[in-house]
């Protein structure tokens, strides 16, 4: 099994530029999460989805957008960079919608907003 | 919402010595609680996980940390500190509610290894 697969690893934009960050995971995980974490500051949720069609907003969703298309695949969209958002970004599943089984988290994607 | 505190952002221990990591957390009702481990560069790993039952959990590489419902505490312990022990430790509380946040982490402590 690969888990949480992240693509990039690493991405430098330009103030104002687009971009989607991706996540997927092959274990049929019904949760998924975007977390950014910055120094000082642990790890913050940005969205959650507890199922396909489902998302919902944590604690810093402005100036991202998630969808849930299938059950393997939950898209973070920057819609317009700002280097505020120069951060590191993790993605996590979990078997269920509970906390029971904890999470699996992927390597992480390196956002630098120029 | 829950909260989760993490006493001492940076804590500096001699190889051999004894790892104490400490967490508290605030929740009326006892949530499940983790450990998560993250190296540099890399994602968070699961170290251990307390749901229910025995109030002293094992985990990987030594660690086990144990559940204090009085002291609404969590604290993370390692008898024998390692080089590679030196990463930094995320306490989560999960929350037994259901609710769809299911999540909340402490800020982290890093844990720096003297040889």
């Known amino acids: 099994n690969a888990g949480v697969t992240q693509t990039p690893k690493f991405q430098v934009l330009k103030t104002g530029q687009s971009m989607t960050l991706q996540c997927a995971q092959d274990m049929n995980h019904e949760y998924m999460s975007w977390y950014r974490q910055d120094p000082g500051m642990g790890l913050r949720l940005i969205h959650y989805s507890v199922g396909a069609g489902i998302t919902d907003q944590g604690e810093v969703p402005n100036g991202y957008n998630v969808s849930r298309s299938t059950t393997e695949d939950f898209p973070l969209r920057l819609l317009s960079a700002a280097p505020s958002q120069t951060s590191v970004y993790f993605c996590?599943?979990?078997?269920?919608?509970?906390?029971?089984?904890?999470?699996?988290f992927g390597s992480g994607t390196r956002l630098t907003v120029v | 919402a829950q909260s989760v505190t993490q006493l001492g952002s940076h804590v500096s221990v001699s190889e051999g010595a004894l790892v104490l990591l400490r967490c508290n957390y605030s929740s009326s009702v006892p949530p499940y609680l983790f450990w998560y481990v993250q190296y540099p560069n890399q994602g968070l790993q699961l170290l251990l996980k307390?749901?229910?039952?025995?109030?002293l959990v094992k985990g990987i590489n030594g660690f086990e940390a144990e559940f204090k419902k009085s002291e609404t505490s969590f604290h993370l312990t390692k008898p024998s500190a390692h080089m590679s022990d030196a990463a930094e430790y995320f306490c989560a509380v999960g929350d037994r509610m259901n609710t769809g946040n299911q999540f909340y982490f402490g800020t982290g402590t890093s844990l720096t290894v003297i040889p």
């Open positions: 307390y749901t229910t039952g025995a109030t």
């Open positions: 996590a599943s979990s078997y269920t919608r509970t906390a029971y089984y904890g999470y699996t």
